[in-house]
């Protein structure tokens, strides 16, 4: 039986961040602290940041998503990339999320984020092409929306909250994720562009 990446990216996620709830020392090593790549070569914190969690929440609101679609998407990918393509693609997803937000505080030491948001919604952006009709349930609003139009709102508040520039939420991450995961897609299988198009407007 073929081992589910989803399943052990799940794992490690939540084992890395149960840890890292009851050890301060960790959490900060492993967190998004751009002077610590700027001054001290630590350039493995663009992909360990996507590992350790606010909180319990924080943790759970993204494993559920990633799980309830990544294992989609896996079967989707695995032709094409073979069994470690889609573990690829999300580690990949993780770095490019986060890239123009170091970029944009790599010099700012009071700046700090952590989560996986970048690599899942990579995950659920290329769900969407494949299925754009799908019904999702977000918590915590308990009525199924459409995929598509689920994606319309997200990018849009997305922006809308990163250019407010407040609160905790990376939303640059969101936005950057989403694209990375849009972008793979269409790269790896460019007929699902058609595809999508003929879902959504018939």
């Keep these: 039986m073929r081992l589910s990446m989803t399943l052990l990216i799940v794992l490690v996620t939540v084992l890395v961040s149960w840890r890292a709830f009851g050890d301060r020392a960790l959490l900060e090593r492993l967190l998004l602290w751009p002077p610590a790549i700027e001054r001290r070569r630590q350039y493995e914190r663009l992909l360990t940041y996507g590992f350790v969690h606010a909180d319990w929440m924080h943790l759970l609101f993204n494993m559920v998503t990633l799980w309830s679609f990544g294992t989609a998407v896996e079967r989707v990918f695995a032709p094409a990339l073979g069994p470690l393509g889609f573990l690829l693609f ?3 997803a993780i770095v490019v999320a986060i890239l123009p937000t170091y970029l944009a505080h790599r010099r700012d030491p009071g700046y700090r ?3 996986a948001s970048g690599g899942v919604s990579a995950v659920l952006f290329a769900f969407i092409l494949f299925d754009p009709w799908s019904r999702l349930i977000i918590f ?3 009525v ?7 994606a319309l709102a997200y990018v849009g508040y997305s922006i809308w909250m990163d250019r407010r520039g ?6 640059s991450a969101h936005l950057w994720g989403a694209a990375y995961g849009v972008l793979f897609t269409v790269l ?3 007929r ?4 999508f198009a003929r879902s959504v407007f018939g």
């Design 144 to 150: 199924p929306i459409p995929a598509v139009l689920f």
């Design 192 to 195: 699902v562009l058609a595809h």
């Design 90 to 92: 999300y580690l990949s």
């Design 166 to 171: 407040s609160g905790n939420v990376n939303h």
């Design 113 to 115: 984020s952590l989560g």
């Design 188 to 190: 790896l299988e460019p």
């Design 140 to 142: 915590p609003i308990p």
